[in-house]
């Protein structure tokens, strides 16, 4: 201070200046520390009567900013050199008395500084550059002033203060234009892919090779003068090639098989169906979600007329056509065309369809004939009874069959004794399939003879039987044949595979056993023993399998095999019987074993019947090789049946069919254990009846003793023409399949009305009252554990209480002791499962990856699914592991804007749809 009014001594014309140079010293002293020289020409300080400098002065630094208020319209410099002999001057200016004045008239304004010794013997020069810059110009801030991807949809809204971005593109697309601008006009930009360095410009041409689903891209802003910097970032995902894809993914005619299997890329099928086909059901698919599918009947001169449609799915993927097919119509043309938004061009399919031949289906016969006498009557196909007489030396009968259909199969049997029967042998004369020639052996001891003929034709309702009383003439002198002769057995036309006759006794004794074969992979292995017998008017039939010719036959396979006891006629109860020493044979070669009836079958490997348990639970030395496993497929008592059918009632059912009851048991020593549990799901199929349309099954359930009614996974396929019901359940019981359809009104269109109205049909999900759903209300844990223990059918290890389990309490009860014993519901660090809280999606992903490991879905360990979600480090670490295999199984997916939103509560749509997902992708529905 003392210094500066040395300087300007007694001018009073420089009091004004005075008291800005005062302010420039107070500046000085206070902000701009002096720096030491060693003698040159550098400045050793810098005093300014506004603002401060962006970096602290150094001598040796000869570039800097300093910001000042718009309002700032002068600025007094003070620069101070370590040496007397400097001499200062700014903008070529020398000043007054060490003080400059530079007019500040524009944003920024440049000021160059020179420090200067120009001594005889010495020289030295020291340049400074101050660049002065308006605050309310922008030109220090490290921001983004604009920021577009020109191919981006949806288009990039960008906000200066939003560094995160997230956009879709097309997927062909090879390049992205990237356009940015800085606000401050000195700043330098640095493009950057996928963390390396692209480019120091904008507009940008970024390569983008179509092999590649994403990319990422960031923009960093470096502003000189400023030690502040900002990066943008933009995550770019490559739209789903399927989107414009205008092929079809999926056509099927419920009714017939087409000529060739499906394929996406052929276009032009035909089929043949029934001559009763009076309705066609069309499933058309395509693989782009937002196809225009349209179908369309041509007829007449390619005129054509629009068949309505109904829409199934919300997804824009599935249509399903019923078609009106007059019964006078032998053909029809059908025209499927697909037209994707922004594709190009469309595609179209054609099916060319006709009725097929009446004959194939027709189960009577066109021709029969008995060589040694006429029967009583002419032959017309539909009469089914004939007599025949034939003579008293008559040794051999010989008799021709022709039916209608060439696909018929024709057996023809002797009838005697209790109405029991042998097949007759039959030689085939034509290779048409259609006439069969038999030689049937008639003893001269033989008085009379029944022949029963059957017909089968596949895909008819049913069969036809004919039936042909023989008898010998009388002997010579007696009455010819016009006297009174013993009356045969009437023929019995369409009996029941195994005839079931009122008891006169406790039972009747079991017919002599007979060889069956026994499939091994599918080859025939004559290994087993088939009984039948009869009690209290039900019949059984028990295939026992011969230990030494299954063994030794399993020995010539590799791991794995499936053996197959097939049973080609119906009983009440059909078992198939093995010794325990051979199950735990089969357990060590991993085999599987089926149980196949004409209505049903049981598929469950070896492993699953723990043999050396069942040998501890029906006593300690039991030996295996006389411990008796049975394989059960039972029709229910009217006790059970009426259960059902009271569970059915009780929860709006339509049981379809009848009920089937399958077991396992150990039987030693007059003893029996039942395995009624297994580690994995078993595969039970019920074929479904005649006459149900398979459109109309909407789930299996079993009924458990109590009377509870559980969904159970189920799925229905079709198999050479014929459907059955696919059920899949960790327990043995009593299963049916059942009708329940049920639609929530407050879920049309919604996304998640498929899911949301199919779970409701299978008794997994339930509406909140009124026909509703409330799809976007959230979801406490318990009520998500319960989801997940009805979408898997599980049953509790353990019963909670002796009570019928009927009330809505008993049944929530029942659901929370099966989701802690099978690890669903587990304990929180506080000690407890806290039911009622909410649960969020990091939560219930966590239940998710028990029940997969339930379901047998598997998840890929190594892959990191969360990595492309822009919150993946909100994620808890103890929720990491499982959201991941959640995820990257496809169960859950992000919420929008590339993110997972792992604290967020779930919705009740979201849990139909990742339910559905886990049943759908482990395979059992």
């Known amino acids: 201070m003392i210094k500066i009014l040395r300087l300007f001594g007694n001018k009073r014309w420089m009091r004004g200046t005075l008291a800005s140079i005062l302010a420039v010293g107070l500046i000085a002293n206070a902000g701009i520390a002096p720096a030491k020289a060693d003698g040159g020409s550098e400045l050793v300080s810098l005093g300014l009567s506004a603002g401060n400098l962006t970096t602290p002065f150094d001598p040796y630094e000869s570039e800097y900013y300093v910001s000042v208020s718009d309002e700032t319209q002068v600025l007094y410099l003070q620069p101070e050199a370590g040496n007397s002999d400097s001499v200062i001057t700014v903008n070529n200016d020398a000043g007054v008395n060490g003080v400059y004045t530079v007019t500040l008239d524009q944003d920024e304004t440049q000021i160059d500084i020179v420090s200067e010794i120009d001594l005889e013997d010495y020289y030295s020069q020291s340049p400074y550059t101050l660049h002065v810059i308006k605050e309310g110009s922008n030109l220090l801030s490290p921001k983004l002033k604009s920021l577009s991807l020109e191919e981006g949809n949806p288009t990039l809204v960008f906000d200066e203060n939003e ?18 601008e800085a606000y401050s006009r000195n700043a330098s930009l640095t493009v950057k892919v996928n963390g390396d360095d692209f480019a120091s410009a904008t507009p940008s041409v970024i390569p983008f090779p179509l092999s590649e689903s994403d990319i990422s891209i960031s923009v960093e802003v470096d502003v000189p003068g400023t030690n502040a910097g900002y990066m943008y970032g933009i995550v770019v995902e490559r739209e789903d090639p399927s989107l414009k894809d205008d092929r079809l993914s999926k056509l099927e005619l419920e009714e017939a098989d087409f000529d060739i299997p499906f394929d996406s890329d052929e276009q032009l099928y035909s089929a043949v169906v029934s001559r009763d086909a009076s309705v066609l059901h069309l499933t058309v698919e395509s693989i782009s979600p937002n196809a225009g599918i349209e179908a369309k009947e041509l007829f007449g001169d390619f005129d054509e007329r629009s068949l309505e449609s109904y829409l199934v799915s919300q997804d824009g993927k599935i249509r399903y056509y019923e078609i009106p097919f007059g019964l006078s119509q032998e ?3 059908i025209r499927i065309d697909i037209d994707v938004p922004e594709a190009n061009g469309g595609r179209g399919y054609g099916i ?17 004939k008995l060589e040694e006498a006429d029967f009583d009557i002419p032959f017309d196909s539909d009469e089914q009874l004939y007599s025949a007489v034939v003579s008293r030396d008559a040794k051999v009968l010989h008799l021709a069959v022709e039916s209608i259909s060439p696909n018929a199969v024709i057996e023809a049997k002797e009838l005697f004794g209790d109405l029991e029967e042998r097949s007759l042998e039959s030689y085939l004369v034509s290779q048409d399939g259609k006439l069969r020639y038999y030689e049937i052996p008639f003893g001269l001891s033989e008085e009379y003879m029944d022949i029963r003929i059957d017909i089968d034709v596949p895909e008819s309702n049913g069969g036809r039987g004919y039936g042909i009383m023989i008898e010998r003439k009388a002997p010579s002198g007696g009455n010819d044949g016009g006297g009174t002769s013993p009356e045969p057995n009437p023929p019995v036309t369409n009996p029941a595979p195994v005839t079931t006759v009122p008891d006169t006794a406790p039972a009747n004794p079991p017919a002599a056993p007979t060889g069956v074969s026994v499939l091994v992979n599918g080859k025939s292995e004559t290994a087993g023993t088939l009984t039948k017998t009869i009690s209290n008017n039900r019949s059984s039939a028990v295939i026992a399998v011969d230990p030494a010719k299954l063994t030794s036959r399993l020995n010539e396979e590799s791991a794995g095999a499936v053996i197959t006891l097939p049973f080609a006629e119906n009983a009440d109860a059909l078992t198939g019987s093995l010794t325990g020493q051979m199950v735990q044979a089969m357990t060590d070669k991993q085999a599987i074993l089926k149980i196949q009836t004409p209505n049903a079958s049981y598929t469950l490997p070896a492993a699953q019947i723990d043999v050396s348990r069942l040998a501890q639970q029906l006593g300690s030395a039991a030996d295996l090789s006389k411990l008796d496993v049975r394989i059960s497929i039972v029709a229910p008592n009217a006790e059970t049946l009426a259960r059902v059918t009271d569970g059915a009632n009780r929860e709006g059912l339509t049981v379809l069919g009848s009920p089937v009851d399958f077991r396992v048991e150990g039987v030693y020593g007059g003893r029996t254990v039942e395995v009624d549990r297994f580690d994995a799901y078993m595969e039970r199929s019920l074929v479904l009846p005649a006459g149900i349309d398979p459109n109309r099954i909407t789930t299996g359930v079993t009924v458990d003793a109590d009377g509870t009614v559980r969904h159970v996974p189920t799925r229905v396929v079709r198999s050479g023409g014929v459907y059955s019901a696919v ?43 009124s026909g509703a759903f409330e799809p976007n209300r959230g979801v406490t844990r318990d009520e998500f554990a319960a989801t997940l223990v009805r979408a898997l059918g599980l049953k509790p290890l353990k019963e909670v209480s002796e009570t019928s389990g009927a009330s809505a309490s008993e049944r ?11 690890g669903i519901l587990q304990e929180n660090g506080g000690g407890t499962s806290a039911p009622d809280a909410p649960i ?3 939560q219930a992903a966590v239940m998710l990856a028990s029940a997969m490991k339930i379901a047998g879905l598997a998840a890929d360990s190594g892959a990191n699914a969360l990595s492309v979600y822009r919150d993946a480090q909100s994620v808890s670490a103890w929720a990491q592991a499982d959201l991941n295999a959640a995820v990257q199984a496809g169960l859950l997916n992000g919420r929008g804007g590339g993110k997972l939103a792992p604290q967020e509560q779930v919705l009740r749509a979201e849990v139909a749809q990742m339910v559905q997902r886990l049943l759908q992708r482990s395979g059992l529905i």
């Open 812 to 822: 929530k009860a029942r659901e929370m002791q099966a989701a802690r014993d099978y």
């Open 331 to 333: 053909y029809m043309d």
């Open 727 to 769: 059920i899949n359940s960790l327990t043995n019981s009593t299963y049916a399949v059942v009708w329940h359809p049920v639609r929530f009104a407050d879920v049309t269109k919604h996304w998640s009305e498929n899911a949301v109205n199919d779970l409701g049909s299978r008794l997994i999900v339930e509406g909140t009252g």
């Open 163 to 180: 560094i995160d971005y997230y956009t879709e593109v097309s997927y062909d697309v090879t390049e992205l234009h990237l356009d940015a």
């Open 352 to 368: 060319m369809i006709e009725r097929e031949d009446p004959s194939l289906k027709d189960d009577r016969l066109s021709k029969l």
């Open 840 to 842: 969020s999606r990091e």
